[in-house]
């Protein structure tokens, strides 16, 4: 039983490790702009926007919108089951279920984003956008209090998920603070995402250790 769900976190891990496709598809959506792409004044969703042409008073042109929303469906599924897979390996306390159903909730709201592009049916769009935004950072702020994770990941999700929420406040006040309203969501946004790739990163890691140390049978 010990070793199937150590297998367990082993492949869930490496689904919140392949959460980094997500950073890798922007950059390459980004690119394709054919007039450039703003990280300050243009949201992540732009890059999903299926026509060219003003939109929220900022233009949106995105020729590879289908590879990005398609890594905006991926990111939510490789949430959910690296969520489901990782949290069978941790005693199954309120607060440790609390925290990765969060982030299964946030997933399917991720996915939702890909599915309904931010010109289609924008109220799915919003409330997608929404449950990763504040479900999702929420979770992440309650990993932040649960013993049976490392110090380090715990104090890391604590500040990332503060300043995800506080960042959040900002954002749908429209404060950009300077950083444009791109930035403000990018402060919104990524923290989650890195910090599951961390804690995948992390979990590898421990995995491999135990495997090392495991007598040869």
Same mark, same amino acid.
């Given at each position: 039983?010990?070793?199937?769900?150590?297998?367990?976190?082993?492949?869930?891990?490496?689904?919140?490790?392949?959460?980094?496709?997500?950073?890798?598809?922007?950059?390459?959506?980004?690119?394709?702009?054919?007039? %450039?792409?703003?990280?300050?004044?243009?949201?992540?969703?732009?890059?999903?926007?299926?026509?060219?042409?003003?939109?929220?008073?900022?233009?949106?042109?995105? %020729?590879?919108?289908?590879?990005?929303?398609?890594?905006?469906?991926?990111?939510?599924?490789?949430?959910?089951?690296?969520?489901?897979?990782?949290?069978?390996?941790?005693?199954?306390?309120?607060?440790?279920?609390?925290? =990765?159903?969060?982030?299964?909730?946030?997933?399917?709201?991720?996915?939702?984003?890909?599915? *309904? +592009?931010?010109?289609?049916?924008?109220?799915? #769009?919003?409330?997608?956008?929404?449950? +990763? *935004?504040?479900?999702?950072?929420?979770?992440?702020?309650? =990993?932040?209090?649960?013993?049976?994770?490392?110090?380090?990941?715990?104090?890391?999700?604590?500040?990332?998920? &503060?300043?995800?929420?506080?960042?959040?406040?900002?954002?749908?006040?429209?404060?950009?603070?300077?950083?444009?309203?791109?930035?403000?969501?990018?402060?919104?946004?990524?923290?989650?995402?890195?910090?599951?790739?961390? =804690?995948?990163?992390?979990? &590898?890691?421990?995995?491999? #250790?135990?495997?090392?140390?495991? +007598?040869?049978?």
């Amino acid at each position: 039983m010990a070793i199937s769900k150590r297998r367990s976190t082993f492949i869930g891990s490496i689904l919140w490790v392949l959460c980094i496709q997500y950073y890798v598809v922007q950059v390459i959506v980004a690119m394709a702009w054919k007039i %450039p792409y703003s990280i300050a004044q243009n949201t992540i969703s732009d890059l999903g926007n299926t026509v060219c042409g003003a939109y929220g008073g900022r233009f949106v042109c995105s %020729p590879l919108h289908g590879l990005m929303n398609f890594s905006f469906a991926v990111l939510g599924i490789l949430m959910v089951a690296g969520s489901i897979l990782i949290s069978h390996s941790f005693h199954k306390s309120l607060a440790m279920r609390a925290a =990765f159903s969060f982030i299964v909730i946030a997933g399917l709201g991720t996915s939702l984003v890909g599915i *309904f +592009p931010e010109n289609t049916l924008r109220t799915f #769009h919003i409330v997608g956008a929404a449950l +990763p *935004f504040v479900v999702g950072n929420l979770g992440l702020l309650w =990993f932040g209090f649960i013993p049976r994770i490392s110090r380090a990941l715990n104090y890391c999700a604590l500040i990332f998920g &503060l300043v995800s929420l506080l960042a959040l406040i900002l954002f749908v006040t429209h404060h950009y603070v300077g950083i444009g309203i791109g930035g403000t969501e990018r402060l919104v946004a990524y923290p989650q995402t890195v910090w599951l790739i961390i =804690f995948g990163v992390y979990q &590898l890691c421990e995995y491999l #250790h135990y495997q090392h140390r495991m +007598p040869l049978q």
